[in-house]
Every structure is written in C-alpha cells, then in structure tokens.
C-alpha cells in the first residue's frame, strides 16, 4: 500500500512555463515533506522541504504548497529550464518515527527547450 | 564533504549467488539507511543505522538480506540466494544527528543489481 500517491507519472513542459507535480498522503501523523529530485545514474537529491505548520515555502523557482485540511501538497518549478529535466519524488515522514520516509512513485519532468 | 559512496555500481549475478554491496557514509554522518528502487518506484525503505546499531529493519527486509555497519563506519548490505525479484537499485543515505526533526538524507549513487 502506497503511503504518498503522486502524480502525474510524466510531465512535458516548455522551457519558461510552470511545472505542476502533485503528492497526497493518508497518514495524518507525517509532519515533514520533503521534494527529491534524481537524475539518471544518480542517487535523489534534496531538493527543498516543508513542515506543516505552513501552507507555502519557496526557495528560488521551487515552491512547495501545503494544503493540510485535503492531505495534498505539490512542487510548482516556476519558469522551467532543460536543466531541471529529472524524476521528481515527494515524501513523507512521521513525528515519531523520523528515520523512515514513504516516497511517492515519482514523476519524470521533461522541459523542452 | 566527499558524498556518500557506494560499491559497485552495477553487480550482475546468476540466481542464487550471494552478493555484498558496500556504502561509505559522509565520514561525521551518525546515522545510515539502505533504501531499494525499482523502476518506476520511488525509494523504499529498507533498514536504519545510529553509529553500529541497526534500530530499524523494513518487513521488505526478508532474512536472505543482511545489513552490518561495523564499527559505526561503512555498511555492507548482504543478500543471499538471490531471486530475480532482488533486481533493483541499492540506494545507501547518510544524514547527521542533528537532533532536529528536519532529516536530510544524502544519497549514494546507488549499486544496480541483475539477477539472471
């Protein structure tokens, strides 16, 4: 049983537009949700994180929004480059077991130039 | 901070061999997680180290897998008779202890393994 659903399972998006990846969660004890991005040949990356005392955080052109009452929250990758052509993974982790994440299925971007 | 570093990257191997994967953490990392990935899956968690002691172990984990972290240093993640269904991405995590709850896991570039 898949504890974090994602979605979609692939995204083409052109060089400059908005990137729009989707994560829902069950498990109302997860308190922190972290974005993990992974290039081929290489392990996932941190790529930012929220907790959910917030609806929103952004760090540069990644924002992370939170919506707690629907048990939703997504990656928005503003003005979108080639470069950030990865598979995305949202996760999910408990307050009182910190040490194990439920990662979501993944979703491959493809930003076209 | 060199990375956390995994050998080999790629293991091929026929049913029912046994074959050791090693991790090397972040040297000041207390903490070390073995995670599998499939194609098309996000990671799946598989085991936990503080230092030497393995305090959590997934019911992924079935007992033909064994994970060791000797001396609280690199770990070694065993697995014994293979079946083709081991076919994955071996993913090794270091992370510091912080204390705080705010984990960041810093991933290995994985070992692919093939069972033929």
């Known amino acids: 049983q898949q504890q974090v659903k994602q979605s979609p399972q692939s995204l083409i998006v052109q060089k400059g537009g908005i990137s729009i990846i989707n994560c829902a969660y069950e498990?109302?004890?997860?308190?922190?949700f972290p974005w993990y991005q992974q290039f081929p040949g290489k392990g996932p990356a941190l790529l930012i994180a929220i907790r959910p005392d917030v609806s929103e955080k952004k760090e540069g052109r990644f924002t992370i929004s939170f919506n707690k009452s629907a048990k939703q929250f997504s990656l928005h990758i503003m003005d979108s480059q080639p470069g950030d052509s990865a598979t995305y993974f949202c996760?999910?982790?408990?307050?009182?077991?910190?040490?194990?994440?439920?990662f979501g299925s993944g979703t491959k971007l493809n930003v076209k130039p | 901070d060199t990375g956390v570093s995994q050998n080999p990257r790629h293991k091929i191997t026929k049913r029912g061999q046994n074959v050791t994967f090693r991790c090397d953490p972040i040297?000041?990392?207390?903490?070390l997680y073995w995670y599998r990935q499939t194609l098309g899956q996000g990671p799946e968690f598989l085991t936990y180290f503080q230092n030497e002691a393995q305090l959590e172990k997934s019911r992924l984990l079935s007992d033909r897998f064994s994970a060791e972290r000797p001396k609280g240093s690199f770990s070694t993640l065993e697995i014994q008779r293979t079946e083709q269904g081991d076919s994955a991405m071996y993913l090794c995590a270091s992370s510091p202890l912080t204390g705080g709850h705010n984990e960041k896991l810093f991933f290995g570039s994985g070992t692919q393994l093939s069972v033929l």
């Open positions: 040297s000041e990392h207390n903490r």
């Open positions: 498990n109302t004890a997860f308190d922190y």
């Open positions: 996760a999910a982790r408990t307050l009182y077991n910190f040490n194990k994440f439920y």
